[in-house]
């Protein structure tokens, strides 16, 4: 059974405004979290990680967000741009390093 | 929901052995799986893509020759490390599609190889 999920395979926002990418998980001991972005044709390139001590981090425009008692978290995009339109995978893991568990990906269109 | 397996998820081996890893589609076939590397903590590394029927497609940069993949059917591709050396240590994932060319994968739980 799926560890991570990612109930949306799809999104599309418009360009310039935020786009939220969801994640959530049933495991309650996985402490590092990582979201990729993948082009077609391309492998997925790490993009963000957020771990379990905290409950946000940020990167220029991405920023990921964790919420523990919820097993979510997700991925705000601001502003989007249309180089933005990729599928993004999530990521988790329990011992920061070890088995990692992905999510199916969302696949985010900016239209521009 | 669709699941792909990896066999074994860790070995440990001598240097100069070589080291077979398999990877399954469980409920879905796939024409196309992918092989990664992970990188600790973060990068993950496409190495190739497995054809069913057909050779698989390498990345730049990875030795055709030293990581072998066989698609032999629908469900199972196999990376086979030869003469590995420790600095081949590292995670190997596979991930496989439902749809040729969709963009939902479905990532294996990863092989840890440890080359002694």
């Known amino acids: 059974d799926q560890q991570v999920k990612q109930n949306s395979p799809s999104l599309s926002v418009q360009e310039g405004r935020i786009s939220i990418l969801n994640c959530d998980y049933t495991n309650s001991m996985f402490d590092y979290f990582l979201w990729y972005k993948k082009y077609p044709a391309e492998g997925p390139t790490f993009l963000i990680s957020i771990s379990s001590i905290k409950d946000k981090n940020e990167d220029g425009r991405f920023t990921v967000f964790l919420n523990k008692s919820a097993k979510h978290l ?5 502003p989007s741009q249309p180089g933005d339109s990729a599928v ?23 239209i521009p | 929901g669709a699941v792909v397996s990896q066999h074994p998820s860790w070995v440990i081996c001598k240097s100069g052995t070589s080291v077979k890893i398999e990877c399954r589609s469980l409920d879905f076939q796939a024409t196309t799986m992918f092989w990664y590397r992970q990188f600790p903590k973060q990068s993950l590394m496409l190495m190739a893509t497995s054809n069913e029927g057909s050779k698989a497609t390498y990345e730049q940069g990875v030795e055709k020759d030293k990581f072998l993949i066989n698609h032999a059917s629908l469900t199972l591709s196999t990376l086979t490390v030869t003469s590995a050396h420790p600095e081949d240590s590292s995670f190997y994932i596979c991930s496989a599609g439902r749809v040729q060319g969709g963009e939902t994968q479905y990532f294996g739980p990863g092989t840890r190889l440890l080359v002694l």
Do not use: D, K, P, R
Not at chain 1, 74 to 78: D, E, K, M, Q
Not at chain 1, 96 to 105: E, K, V
């Open chain 1, 74 to 78: 997700s991925l705000h995009i601001v």
């Open chain 1, 88 to 110: 993004y995978f999530c990521a988790a893991s329990q011992n920061t390093g070890n088995q990692f568990y992905f999510g199916t990906g969302t696949s985010l269109t900016v």
